[in-house]
């Protein structure tokens, strides 16, 4: 019964669609396919404080190391972005199994659409690899009726 009603609210709710597609630097390609999710309004806020979790306990571990040394920090904002989205992704996945199928892929294309995504406040966060580095790309967006564009690149220090 509890699910029947759940499952009633998740698909009465508006959806949108959102066509995303990755800005690559100069020269670069994904040398394997890139997981991409959209966290929608529930979760937008669960990947902002663990990432800011993620950053501050960084930040009191390896302050010293930070400031004589700025592309450490770059570094380790990275690994706080991937852990974010991993805690955020693993908790979607265990309160709102029915997200999955439209807001999680695992793509190659330099284009492609997410749809049927809750209308409302939405994260688009894509981890990278690009030769031997991972970084995680992000953009923050309100999807309404029309359909949204989002191009993902990578942050600037």
């Excluded at 950053?55 to 974010?84: G, N, P, V």
Aim: hydrophobic share 45%.
């Amino acid at each position: 019964m509890l699910f029947s009603v759940l499952l009633s609210v998740v698909l009465a709710a508006p959806t949108g669609t959102i066509e995303v597609r990755f800005v690559m630097p100069a020269n670069a390609k994904l040398s394997r396919p890139a997981q991409v999710v959209v966290f929608p309004h529930d979760y937008v806020n669960v990947y902002m404080a663990e990432l800011q979790k993620n950053l501050d306990d960084y930040w009191e571990e390896f302050k010293d190391l930070f400031i004589h040394d700025k592309q450490a920090f770059l570094l380790f904002r990275e690994r706080a972005k991937h852990r974010a989205m991993d805690y955020t992704l693993d908790r979607m996945k265990r309160e709102n199994p029915l997200y999955m199928p439209d807001l999680l892929m695992t793509t190659s294309a330099s284009q492609f659409t997410f749809r049927h995504v809750p209308q409302g406040e939405c994260e688009v966060v894509a981890l990278v690899t690009i030769g031997n580095q991972e970084s995680v790309w992000s953009e923050t967006l309100i999807l309404r009726d029309a359909p949204a564009t989002v191009a993902l690149q990578p942050t600037n220090p």
